[in-house]
Structure formats: structure tokens, C-alpha cells
């Protein structure tokens, strides 16, 4: 098959889940094109079957706002008639569903009809899409795909409470690739990097907006550095860093806490954690907290949205009602301070994970492709 995937290429989980998808696709021999206005961070580009389309957004002092969904969906045009493609996968609905559907319309006009998946992944629907001033196009562009997918139940049930959709959607869930976290990184000098051999390694990775409740982490550690030793490390950047950073300062944590920034290797990072922490306000899914069980990491998250689909109460970590920092905390202690348990909630961890293996989530997607492109 000839798949265009449309997404953010920024260190999203919808980015990262879209990259991930097609490498797979493309190991498997698809021919595999990316649309979007810079490189995804996680493409590697050394393989013959993955082309990477860029679209240029001409400045023009006219335009206040630069028409990003016009470049789109002329550059979708483009490409399909070039590269014949199959089959058009838009990830997260704003603008990609609504691009997607124009550009559809002018292949029609041309006497080209190829089919659009478009995949819901979270805050396109329960944040930014439900904005009333995004809302009508959002609803019309999820309704006008050909599939529509979403990244757990949750997401689905909230996409027919927050909008009138009139169409099937399709649970699939997101995915980890575990054969590549082998031993390599997982070598005890990393770990004499980070932290001292007594103390507790507790990670949180995320693009630290509002959303993350930044703030309960820091608390949630500080409660638990009252009791045992450790190090947390914060992976990312985002609005909410700086903020996180002065609160540190209040609570005379700063040499406990790392912050990292965005970074490539939460490979290596997560394989030396004891711990992840995920108290989100909402979370269709929770990709960071999927990747971390991968690495035999527990979870502390909140239990909103996709959580519980993810982190299994009570096997792979525990969850608590949202801003509940002082269970999170006094869950956090329990699994860390009896290294029976912890071993036990390591272990459990990776084989939640394992049920959220690419390869039984590829075949998912692989089946939707080929169901679409024939009834075509
Ligand atoms: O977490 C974010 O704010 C980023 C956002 C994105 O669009 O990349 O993540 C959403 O999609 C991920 C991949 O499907 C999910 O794992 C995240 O749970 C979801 N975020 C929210 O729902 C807040």
C-alpha cells in the first residue's frame, strides 16, 4: 500500500504514535509518505521506504494568520496524484481531518477518490476541539472521513458526548514497540548518572502544560522525598516548566529534581526509573505513562479519561481521583519503599504492556487501510 500520514511533528504523543505507525508500516514493505511542516522528531529517514513531504507556508504580509490547512491540503494534492497514494491517515482532527477532507474534494474533482482515516487522539476533541470556535468545522471533518479511529474508549465516548457524530468509530488503541528496548541502555553506570544507589529514580515525561497538573508532581515528590531518598527526574518543556522549577525552589528540592528538557533518549532515562508519574486533569490515553510500563516502570497517574484502559489498578500502579496528591503519594511510598513490591509492580508493568504490542495493534490499523482503499 501507498499510506500519506498527516501529523504533528512535534514530541506529541500524536506525532510520536503517527512516526511510530509508519516506520512499522514501512518495515513491513508499504511505501510510507509523511505530510507536514518539519521532520518528525522520532523519523529516521535511512530507509527506502519512508519519504517525507515538508509544506511551505509562503509569508505574506497580507495574512495576519498563515493559511497552514490551504498549503496542506494543496500539498496532499500534490502528492497523492505524484506518488499515487492509497490511502490518506490524518492524525489528531485540527486541521488535518479538515485539510484531508479538502483535499479530497479536489482529487474528486480531478476524478480521484482515495480514501481518509482520520485517528482522534485526546485534546483535538476534549481541549482545543471542542472550543466553539473550532467546533463546527471539527464535528463536519470527523463526520466526513471515511474511518474515524480514537486512541481508547474513553476518547470515543467523549467525542459522542462532545459532538454530534454520525458515524461508527473505532477503538485502537495506542502502542509501544518492546522489541527495541533491550539491555543496551540498561547499564548500572547510566544509573550512578541521575542518582546516588540509595535513592529512588521517579520520572514524569510530558509536553508540561496545564493539562499535566505539573504542580501535583512536584508536591507528590516532595511528599515522597520526606520519606525515602530519590531524584525525579522532569523530561520535557513546556509552559508550566519555569513554574515548576520556582515551586521546587519554595520546597528546597531544586538537588533532588532534574529537568532534562525534550529529549531522545527517555529510552535511557525510563530504563533506570522506579517510578512514573502521570496526576493529568485528563489524558485520552497516556502514551508516556505506556512507554514507561514498557521499560518495567509502575505508574502513578490519575484515573481521568483513558487512565484506567492503561494503568491497571492495583498491577501495573494505582490511580487516584485528579489533584488526590496525598493517595498519590502514599501509593508512590508503598510500591517504593518494599523492594518485594516494587520488583513485583516492575514486572507487572511490562506485561500490561505487552498487551499494547505493536504487533497486535498494526494489524488493526493494516485491516482498516484495506477495507477502506476497496470499498474505493
Ligand atoms: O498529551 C498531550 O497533551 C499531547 C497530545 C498530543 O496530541 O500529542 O497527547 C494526546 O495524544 C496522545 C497520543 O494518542 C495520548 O497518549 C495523550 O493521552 C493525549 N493527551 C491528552 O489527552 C491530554
Not at 510520536?16 to 529516521?44: D, K, M, N, W
Not at 477503538?171 to 529512588?200: D, G, H, M, S, W
Not at 493494516?366 to 476497496?374: G, L, S, T
Amino acid at each position: 500500500m501507498k499510506i500519506a500520514i498527516v501529523c504533528y511533528p512535534t514530541f506529541g504523543g500524536s506525532g510520536v504514535v503517527a512516526t511510530e505507525l509508519g516506520l512499522e508500516l514501512a518495515r513491513l514493505g508499504h511505501e510510507v509518505h509523511f505530510i507536514t511542516y518539519s521532520q518528525p522528531v522520532r523519523l529516521a529517514l535511512l530507509n527506502p521506504n519512508v519519504h517525507y513531504h515538508e509544506v511551505n507556508v509562503p509569508e505574506y504580509p497580507l495574512f495576519h494568520y498563515q493559511p497552514y490547512e490551504l498549503a496542506l491540503s494543496s500539498k496532499l494534492v500534490d502528492m497523492v496524484k505524484l506518488y499515487k497514494i492509497d490511502v490518506l491517515h490524518v492524525h489528531y482532527a485540527i486541521p488535518h481531518a479538515y485539510a484531508g477532507y479538502m483535499a479530497k474534494q479536489m482529487l474528486k474533482n480531478e476524478g480521484i477518490e482515495i480514501p481518509m482515516i482520520t485517528t482522534l487522539h485526546g485534546t483535538d476533541i476534549t481541549l482545543v476541539g471542542n472550543h466553539p470556535h473550532y467546533k463546527p468545522a471539527v464535528s463536519f471533518s470527523i463526520n466526513k472521513s471515511d474511518v474515524v479511529t480514537s486512541v481508547s474508549q474513553s476518547l470515543k465516548d467523549d467525542t459522542y458526548k462532545l459532538f454530534n457524530i454520525k458515524r461508527d468509530i473505532h477503538v485502537i488503541p495506542n502502542f509501544i514497540e518492546l522489541e527495541k528496548n533491550n539491555i543496551e541502555y540498561n547499564v548500572p553506570c547510566q544509573r550512578t548518572l541521575i542518582a546516588k544507589p540509595e535513592e529512588r529514580i521517579i520520572t514524569h515525561i510530558s509536553n508540561f502544560r496545564k493539562v499535566k497538573r505539573i504542580p501535583d508532581i512536584i508536591r507528590i515528590f516532595d511528599k515522597i522525598q520526606q520519606n525515602i531518598p530519590a531524584k525525579l527526574l522532569m523530561v520535557g518543556d513546556g509552559p508550566e516548566k519555569e513554574k515548576a522549577e520556582i515551586l521546587c525552589q519554595e520546597l528546597g528540592i531544586l538537588d533532588k529534581v532534574i529537568f532534562f528538557g525534550n529529549s531522545n533518549e527517555i529510552d535511557k532515562l525510563l530504563s533506570n526509573s522506579d517510578l512514573f508519574l502521570l496526576p493529568s486533569e485528563t489524558e485520552s490515553f497516556g502514551l508516556a505513562a505506556l512507554e514507561a510500563m514498557a521499560w518495567g516502570v509502575p505508574v502513578i497517574s490519575s484515573n481521568s479519561g483513558g487512565l484506567p484502559e492503561v494503568n491497571f489498578e492495583g498491577v501495573s500502579g494505582y490511580l487516584s481521583k485528579v489533584g488526590n496528591i496525598d493517595e498519590m503519594a502514599q501509593n508512590a511510598l508503598k510500591i517504593l519503599k518494599d523492594d518485594a513490591l516494587l520488583a513485583q509492580f516492575k514486572e507487572n508493568a511490562l506485561s500490561v504492556a505487552k498487551k499494547f504490542d505493536i504487533k497486535h495493534i498494526l494489524p488493526l490499523y493494516i485491516d482498516i487501510y484495506d477495507k477502506a482503499i476497496k470499498k474505493y
